[in-house]
């Protein structure tokens, strides 16, 4: 079973930055996609960024020039940098690989998600 630990969230003042992880449990092979997204109270869930396999980046207009995605092969991580952080940034967010993962048994294909991380942009 692969599974995605999300770090990183909390209580930040407007304007403030934070940095969000999120750790497979098991070895990445290749990437489809690797993303974050969020939900806030009472609106669907919503792509923030998103990384592909040849390192291209999307991200939602109202993050573009404060988040920034990335990924560190080695620690099978990848991150979401927040900076310039607004109240209505406030959700829950979840991280999002659709890839190939080394398990026990071999290579297993597959699309997970993190258990969500609270993000509160509050003076």
């Known amino acids: 079973q692969v599974q995605l630990v999300e770090s990183g969230g909390g209580l930040v003042q407007p304007g403030g930055s934070l940095r969000l992880s999120c750790a497979a449990s098991?070895?990445?092979?290749?990437?489809?996609?690797m993303g974050w997204y969020r939900q806030a109270p009472g609106k669907q869930r919503e792509l923030v960024a998103a990384l592909s396999s040849t390192g291209s980046t999307n991200y939602a207009d109202s993050v573009k020039g404060r988040f920034t995605i990335s990924r560190d092969h080695a620690k099978n991580t990848v991150y979401l940098q927040m900076d310039s952080l607004k109240p209505e940034d406030t959700a829950v967010y979840y991280c999002?690989?659709?890839?190939?993962?080394?398990?026990?048994?071999?290579?297993?294909?597959?699309?997970?998600w993190g258990q969500g991380t609270q993000v509160t942009v509050s003076s």
């Open positions: 098991r070895s990445i092979g290749s990437i489809n996609t």
């Open positions: 999002n690989v659709d890839g190939i993962f080394l398990v026990a048994a071999g290579l297993r294909r597959g699309d997970y």
